[in-house]
Structures are given as C-alpha cells and as structure tokens.
C-alpha cells in the first residue's frame, strides 16, 4: 500500500498528474525547484524552490518530463528507495483501450493531429494528446474507443516500455543534445517506444527508426511500397497516388498540407491507423485536415510576398524540411534562430545556397547563423526584436518572394514557447498588412 505519491515537477504535465491523482481520492505532495507561484492549487501540500529530497514518507514519485533527471531531486529521491513513475505510466494503468503512440524529431504533432482526424473522421471515438494539447492524463474518457498519444524523448526516457497498439518513430535528427549528450542518447530514448509495441510503423529513409527484433514492422516512405503492408507514393497516369502496397489510395494533391513533408506525415498517420477503417474514407479525410498553428501555416500575403509561420520548427530537422519543400529558386527570406540546444546548424549550408536569398536572425543561436550566410555568401542581418526581424525581412522581399520563420532552435531564449513566437511574428506582419492599407 502506497504511503504517499510526489509529484516532482509542477508545469502543464505535474498539474495533470495532480487532477489524475486528485479525481481518485489521493492526495500528493507536490515539489517543484522553482520559487512558489500564487493561486496554485492548494488541495495539496507544495514544497517548493526543493531542489533536494527532503526525506518524505513516499514510496511513489511521478517524474515530470521538465525535470532533469541527473537532478538532485530525482537521485536523492530514488536513493531513498522512491520507486519514479512518469504520467504516461500512470495514463496506461488507466486505461484498457488501445493506444497508438507517436514520436521523432519532426512531424510528430502534425502526424498525432492527423492520426485523431483520421479515426474520427471515420466515426471512431478517440482521444489525442500526450506532448500536444492537452496532457495525456486529461483525455482520459470512457467512452473513447482509443488514444493517440504524441510523446517526447524525455517522457519516454522516463516510462516503463508499454505494450502499444501500434508506435511509430517517425525521425530521428540531432535535438535536445543538451539534454540527451549525443545523437546515441537520443536515439535511444525514443526506440524505447517500439520495444513492446505489438506493431512497430518505421521510415524506410531512416534506419534509426527500426528497432531489431519489432513486432510487425511496417514502413512508409516517399517511394513505392516494398511490400503489401507498406506505405509508399506511386505513380499511375502521370499523378502521383497515396498507396498502400499496390492499392492506390488518392492522389496526393488532395491532401490539405502542401510540402514533401506532409506527404510523408500523411502516410505514416495512415500506417499507425491502418486496420481500424476502410482505406476508401481516407480520401475525404485527408482532404479536410486542417493542420496545426505554427507549422508552415500561411500569416498573410502582403505586397506579392508570402508571409509563412513555421515557430513550431524548433530544431534543426523541422527547418531543413521545410527549406527542402521550398523551389531552389533563392526566393526565401528565412527567420531563424534562438536556443539551438548544442546542435551544429551547419547542415543548413547546403540549402541555404540556391533557395535563400536573405537570412534575418535572432536569439542566442544568431551567431552560428551569422557564420552560415558568410560561409554560403547571401546577406544576413541580425536583429533583437520580432517587430524588427519583420521589417528586415520586409526590406529584403520581392514579390513572389516567400517570408519563413523557421528557426531551427528553441524559443525559450526569447519567448515563453514556439506559440509566442509564431503569435508575435504574425502580429508584426498584420501591422505590415495594415500599413500597406
């Protein structure tokens, strides 16, 4: 019998773990590092500003996934013999129905959104959240029928290996190397996902993706399907299809998301939810998603020129994908920049040459930015503020010309999140909008 549950960590995830805990008559004690914030719950004892285990009478503490856990809180804490659960453990004690579960480096919102529109599109009840949305412990409901589960590398590296319906590791490029140490640690953060999956969905483009020895691998990638459980693009009478082994499913130009990148999230959002449907409603399904905020989302077009909102890609992979579905034409004046979370930008260089014509930089990345527009030979500046960076970018448009904030870093130098920084990068350009007027 559990004396007492910690919740370390009291951000968006700690808060869900607290209701989870809370709706089921148990009452925890909650520690966070930072100082104490006004009008938080105060059904629960808080500890706070504890960086160190303070010896509670516990045998349970659920880890949040902002929590290092190199901390000294966490070490102590499982010095004492403190069993560390996460809020992904608690979520899968919780439910019976299946679960599909999505990681990588890029795409892994748009591929859960999807994934949800998909099941409920073809009348299936289902919840959808984990890393996007809303946390996983709140979309618990008994009358869905499954869950689709967007999780990260930290969420992962701090659960059990669940036995998921079906997992998918989209990606897998250098992210959180500040965090993880190297491309190794990463990695094998996020092939926890796979380990006990009853069916593993991989990218054939990307080897880190499969795990040896999944259970019922089935891939997906931008060339034809290898076999009849794969997912693949084909080519019949000039158009290019959506297919599943042989079975041409639409053509890919009726799919609501624009971009090489999306081609390859819409097939894997088809993989993790083959079998649940027929394949003949994924057509109109495909056609009326709408996409996420903040990711390659289109702002305005001012004067011929394109403004388009990517915040969302806070790591390098997300804006090299977004520079690869762009023409090499050197019509993109790109925004970049922020925290780079110790990663190298330096694979930029290559599509930097040919598609961009102008790079405005902020954040404390801006630097290294700086350094890549020198060695690529194309103009860059650097500025301070959102309201700025527009206004250089303005400067450097013409029409036809497409404005990307893509920053291939963090925002959390600058801003609160990637939202922030979108919703001020779209503020700045309606004021363009209104000046033009």
Same mark, same amino acid.
């Given at each position: 019998m559990t004396k007492r549950v910690a919740v370390l960590g009291f951000g968006i995830t700690g808060a869900s773990v607290v209701r989870h805990l809370l709706r089921r008559g148990v009452e925890p004690v909650v520690l966070d590092t930072r100082a104490a914030r006004p009008g938080d719950n105060q059904e629960v004892e808080f500890l706070w500003d504890a960086t160190h285990w303070p010896g509670l009478d516990v045998d349970v503490a659920i880890v949040s996934p902002g929590l290092d856990l190199d901390s000294a809180l966490v070490a102590e804490a499982r010095s004492a013999g403190v069993e560390?659960?996460?809020?992904?453990?608690?979520?899968?004690?919780?439910?019976?129905?299946?679960?599909?579960?999505?990681?990588g480096t890029n795409g892994k919102s748009?591929?859960?959104?999807?994934?949800?529109?998909?099941?409920?599109?073809?009348?299936?009840?289902?919840?959808?959240?984990? *890393?996007?949305?809303?946390?996983?412990?709140?979309?618990?409901?008994?009358?869905?029928?499954?869950?689709?589960?967007?999780?990260s590398s930290f969420q992962l590296e701090r659960s059990a290996e669940h036995a998921f319906h079906c997992a998918t590791?989209?990606?897998?490029?250098?992210?959180?190397?500040?965090?993880?140490?190297?491309?190794?640690?990463?990695?094998?953060?996020?092939?926890?996902?796979?380990?006990?999956?009853?069916?593993?969905?991989? *990218?054939?483009?990307?080897?880190?993706?499969?795990?040896?020895?999944?259970?019922?691998?089935?891939?997906?990638? @931008?060339?034809?399907?290898?076999?009849?459980?794969?997912?693949?693009?084909?080519?019949?009478?000039?158009?290019?299809?959506?297919?599943?082994?042989?079975?041409?499913i639409c053509p890919t130009s009726q799919f609501s998301l624009s971009g090489a990148h999306n081609e390859q999230n819409a097939l894997a959002a088809c993989a993790v939810v083959d079998g649940w449907f027929a394949a003949n409603k994924i057509s109109t399904a495909l056609a009326s998603f709408a996409g996420l905020a903040h990711r390659f989302e289109a702002v305005a077009q001012i004067a011929g020129v394109s403004y388009v909102d990517d915040?969302? @890609?806070?790591?390098?992979?997300?804006?090299?994908? @977004?520079?690869?579905?762009?023409?090499?034409?050197?019509?993109?004046? +790109?925004? @970049?920049?922020?925290?780079?979370?110790?990663?190298?930008?330096?694979?930029?260089?290559? +599509? +930097?040459?040919?598609?961009?014509?102008?790079?405005?930089?902020?954040?404390?990345?801006g630097p290294q930015l700086m350094q890549l527009a020198a060695k690529a030979d194309i103009p860059a500046v650097a500025c301070s503020g959102m309201v700025e960076v527009v206004a250089a970018a303005r400067g450097a448009a013409s029409t036809g010309d497409t404005v990307l904030l893509s920053p291939a870093c963090s925002s959390l130098d600058m801003f609160s999140g990637f939202a922030e920084r979108g919703d001020q990068f779209a503020a700045a350009v309606r004021d363009l909008d209104e000046a033009v007027c």
């Open positions: 560390l659960l996460s809020d992904i453990d608690l979520f899968f004690a919780s439910v019976s129905e299946p679960v599909i579960a999505i990681t748009t591929v859960t959104s999807l994934a949800g529109h998909l099941l409920s599109s073809a009348g299936i009840s289902c919840g959808v959240g984990g *890393n996007l949305g809303e946390a996983a412990l709140d979309i618990i409901d008994p009358d869905h029928q499954c869950y689709v589960l967007e999780l590791i989209l990606n897998i490029s250098e992210d959180h190397l500040d965090k993880h140490g190297d491309l190794a640690g990463y990695a094998a953060a996020k092939q926890r996902i796979c380990s006990a999956a009853a069916s593993c969905v991989y *990218n054939r483009a990307d080897p880190l993706t499969l795990l040896a020895g999944c259970a019922n691998p089935v891939s997906f990638g @931008a060339d034809a399907p290898p076999t009849a459980v794969d997912w693949g693009i084909r080519e019949d009478a000039g158009e290019r299809y959506f297919a599943h082994g042989d079975e041409l915040s969302k @890609a806070t790591n390098l992979g997300a804006t090299v994908a @977004a520079l690869g579905g762009m023409p090499a034409a050197n019509q993109v004046v +790109l925004i @970049a920049g922020g925290d780079a979370k110790g990663v190298d930008l330096s694979p930029l260089l290559s +599509l +930097l040459r040919g598609r961009v014509k102008q790079l405005v930089t902020l954040g404390q990345d």
